[in-house]
């Protein structure tokens, strides 16, 4: 296996036809704002049936932060939706490995899976309020170094902004 290939694209995640969709869901996996509501908007009843299984089986405490755990799709234009839980940002403590555990673990799940196109967010960026730059020099890192079956990682970003900090660290 090698890395995958890394594409942008600026626009809405829940209108990606890929394989899977990655949520930067919270801990409680039952949707909420910014992503993670989107795609439980979107995707419909089905996502939120299969998180409340997921609760009440092997995450009773909700999804640690830098783990990931499949669902299905529903409406969205996808086989899987990847839940995974994004660490707040802190001045006061390094948490870089726990974001990069969040696209490492994804890519896990994926390859379980056997999906070959993934879409992901820009994870922590939202109210979790990871700064842009330094959240698409990890994101980018992250896949590159991961040994995956996945072909295609499609970063999928909200705004120009969000784009232009992913294409910097691309190249």
């Known amino acids: 296996m090698t890395g995958p290939r890394i594409t942008l694209v600026q626009g809405d995640i829940t209108r990606q036809c890929v394989d899977a969709v990655v949520n930067a869901a919270n801990s409680s996996l039952l949707g909420g704002g910014g992503v993670d509501g989107a795609i439980h908007r979107r995707g419909g009843p089905a996502i939120l049936a299969e998180c409340r299984m997921l609760r009440a089986s092997r995450y009773?405490?909700?999804?640690?932060?830098?783990?990931?755990?499949?669902?299905?799709?529903?409406?969205?234009?996808?086989?899987?939706?990847i839940h995974t839980v994004g660490p707040v940002h802190s001045r006061d403590e390094d948490r870089s490995d726990l974001l990069a555990s969040c696209y490492r673990e994804s890519l896990r799940v994926a390859d379980d899976l056997g999906a070959k196109t993934v879409a992901f967010p820009a994870i922590s960026t939202g109210v979790y309020r990871w700064p842009m730059d330094d959240a698409a020099r990890i994101a980018v890192q992250a896949v590159r170094d991961t040994d995956t079956a996945v072909e295609e990682v499609r970063f999928v970003l909200f705004d120009e902004r969000a784009y232009q900090a992913f294409a910097t660290h691309l190249n």
């Open 60 to 81: 009773g405490r909700g999804l640690p932060t830098g783990q990931a755990v499949a669902t299905t799709a529903g409406n969205l234009d996808a086989r899987w939706v």
